[in-house]
């Protein structure tokens, strides 16, 4: 999975370690001049010096982005070393080494051609500066200023104390207090901060040690009417600079420090000093961006296994008796009904449109299975030589989901079909016992799955995104349930109109499996999701994408 995260500094870094560490591929932004004082751990650093290496991994700097409001697909903007376009291929190209890409991008532009499955925010401004919901599949805030479930799926806690590094799924993390962590028994006392508005010269390196009052650092600055600086230095010049000198407040080792030339404003946080004297401490990531890191890993793997650990159900084995006839060989705009469904969930996982299959010799067979004891097995018997059409197997482009698809059908027509796609078909030998026993066929079939999407084959405005979408909203979230559906509150209307809101093609957590397998005729899924509804993620839908066609007015 790609993962773009916003900021690089000394918490940012922390993210990306344990996270390059498990695989992930990393692009980190920031802003063309980096303020993070442990610039001896934080990747920003790459952008002035070109790489920095934190704890044996390295992150080079792929320049600097411009135009940001230009077509990146135009050819003079690709010959444009500062365009999102060039850059994003000199991020590749870094990504590809095993290394970590580094953007000076304070907007996250490059965010637009990553692809990314992922954006942590995790510039630690202490509120939101600009980041969505919709900016990804999975959108993570980091510490304050966020809110699960209205501008990002979760917030990592970021305070130290007994929470810190907690995933948050709804709600915030702890409003920031102004006071800085204890560290070593002191608190604002280390914090070494600008004495007066101009550009930052250090005196003193990362991991020197220093007494309480000795000078750390000064600040060259240009006035005529700061009182302070007359006071200390006389009567000035217009325009003749002076210096204001900054000074430790503890005695300890300086763990972090502001690089040289940086403009600051009195009071801007400049470095910082650790009363513990490690001199380990100022090369290595800290305790605080490790637990942080954690957190983000967590909401990283659990996005990811539940997105790719989903099974895809079509059911096509109704009988069609409103329609009068079967209504999923009917011709619809060049193609039968059935074959929208079945085409949408397989370019969600191929990308592939046209009726082409895998480049494996994949052998689409028809499975029988039994349901009369309404049980699920651990090990479903499967057509010899069958193999589940997926992103690894078919070698396709990124951001496909990574799901087996088999559908549950009759008829000949529709079982060859999906064969030719590689898509295996379960028959359904019993249809007058209606859905319910399509669903417990596909359960059986997916029964190493942690979730099962179904999706009915009446649906003509289903799409590719309609699949991606819903597995996503539903791995991005905390809930078990998930079903397309129309916009509607959950609280002030009565269960049956929240219940006609909703739906399909629906997805449910294995915990629910046992409820799915003791539904009988034609009842379907929602009457499990209706006893969960406080457990269920709606993703919301054009009427268009929801319509099913039930009689033959219905086409109208």
Do not use: W
């Not at 997105?307 to 999923?328: M, P």
């Not at 007058?432 to 190493?448: A, D, H, P, V």
């Not at 929240?498 to 034609?522: Q, R, T, V």
Request: hydrophobic share 35%.
């Amino acid at each position: 999975m790609r993962i773009l995260i916003k900021g690089a500094g000394d918490l940012a870094t922390g993210i990306a370690c344990r996270l390059h560490r498990c695989g992930y591929e990393l692009l980190m932004t920031d802003i063309e001049v980096p303020t993070a004082v442990r610039r001896t751990v934080s990747f920003s650093r790459a952008i002035y010096e070109g790489s920095a290496v934190v704890e044996e991994i390295e992150a080079v700097y792929c320049g600097r982005i411009e135009n940001t409001t230009m077509d990146c697909t135009a050819s003079d903007l690709r010959d444009n070393e500062h365009s999102p376009a060039t850059i994003c291929e000199k991020a590749e190209k870094c990504i590809s080494a095993g290394k970590i890409a580094v953007v000076a991008d304070p907007e996250a532009a490059v965010a637009k051609y990553f692809k990314q499955d992922v954006i942590i925010d995790a510039i630690i401004a202490k509120k939101n500066l600009g980041t969505a919901i919709n900016d990804a599949p999975l959108v993570i805030g980091v510490g304050p200023g966020f809110t699960a479930g209205v501008d990002c799926h979760c917030v990592i806690e970021t305070k130290r104390g007994h929470y810190l590094g907690k995933l948050i799924c709804n709600g915030s993390a702890i409003p920031n207090t102004g006071v800085p962590g204890d560290i070593g028994g002191y608190t604002t006392e280390r914090i070494i901060r600008a004495t007066a508005d101009g550009r930052f010269v250090p005196l003193k390196n990362i991991v020197d040690r220093v007494e309480a009052g000795e000078a750390v650092a000064k600040v060259i600055c240009e006035t005529t009417d700061d009182p302070a600086a007359i006071e200390e230095t006389g009567k000035l010049q217009e325009n003749e600079r002076y210096e204001k000198t900054v000074y430790a407040n503890i005695t300890g080792i300086i763990r972090g420090l502001l690089q040289e030339g940086v403009q600051v404003f009195s009071g801007m946080k400049c470095g910082d000093i650790d009363p513990r004297c490690e001199r380990e401490h100022c090369f290595t990531v800290s305790d605080k961006a490790r637990a942080i890191g954690g957190g983000a890993l967590e909401a990283v793997s659990r996005f990811e296994r539940r997105r790719n650990n989903t099974g895809i159900v079509l059911l096509a084995a109704g009988e069609s008796r409103r329609y009068g006839s079967n209504k999923l060989l009917e011709p619809i705009n060049g193609k039968r009904m059935f074959e929208y469904a079945v085409d949408a969930a397989y370019s969600a996982i191929t990308g592939k449109t046209d009726n082409s299959s895998c480049e494996e010799d994949l052998t689409g067979s028809t499975v029988a299975l039994d349901c009369s004891d309404d049980t699920l097995t651990a090990d479903c018997p499967v057509a010899d030589g069958y193999t589940a059409c997926s992103l690894s197997s078919c070698g396709t482009s990124l951001r496909r989901l990574q799901a087996d698809i088999v559908i549950v059908t009759g008829y000949d027509e529709i079982a060859r079909y999906a064969a030719e796609k590689g898509i295996a078909a379960v028959e359904n030998k019993r249809p007058e016992l209606g859905i319910s026993e399509s669903l417990k066929l596909g359960l059986k079939y997916m029964s190493g799955k942690d979730s099962v999407l179904f999706a009915v084959c009446d649906q003509p405005g289903l799409t590719e995104d309609s699949f991606v979408r819903l597995i996503d909203a539903y791995a991005a979230s905390d809930k078990s349930l998930a079903c397309m559906g129309r916009h509607c509150p959950k609280e002030g209307v009565s269960p049956e109109v929240f219940k006609a809101s909703l739906g399909n093609p629906c997805l449910f957590n294995k915990k629910y499996f046992p409820e799915l397998m003791e539904l009988s005729g034609d009842t379907g899924g929602k009457r499990v999701i209706a006893r969960h509804a406080d457990d269920l993620t709606v993703v919301y839908a054009a009427e268009s994408e929801l319509s099913d066609i039930d009689r033959p007015d219905d086409r109208a």
